[in-house]
């Protein structure tokens, strides 16, 4: 697969699972390797880390007195909104591959 092609949708997938509920990185990690197998545990982190900079996610501690400390991951508003134009995007595109035979 392209890896920009690649890249947004992990993008995608991810704000899609920050938006059910917030995880922390090694759990989206191993969520995301079930479905992209090729993708290294380096190229997740990265995206997670450039999601929170461009501010489509928040990261805060874990408040748990027990077990090791985490880094929680959660969807912004802003995140939101790109992930629900993303969506909008990835349907005018299935439309299009429908209609001229691709799927």
Wanted: glycine share 6%; proline share 1%; with cysteine.
């Amino acid at each position: 697969m392209d890896s920009q092609l690649k890249r947004g949708i992990l993008e995608m997938c991810i704000l899609q699972l920050l938006k059910e509920e917030d995880r922390y990185g090694y759990d989206l990690i191993k969520t995301m390797q079930a479905f992209f197998t090729d993708t290294d545990e380096s190229t997740l982190y990265a995206i997670l880390r450039r999601l929170n900079k461009e501010g489509l996610t928040e990261v805060y501690d874990s408040d748990i007195s027990h077990g090791p400390k985490r880094k929680y991951h959660r969807i912004s508003d802003e995140g939101i909104e790109v992930l629900h134009k993303d969506i909008i995007s990835w349907k005018q595109i299935e439309k299009i591959f429908v209609e001229i035979g691709i799927l």
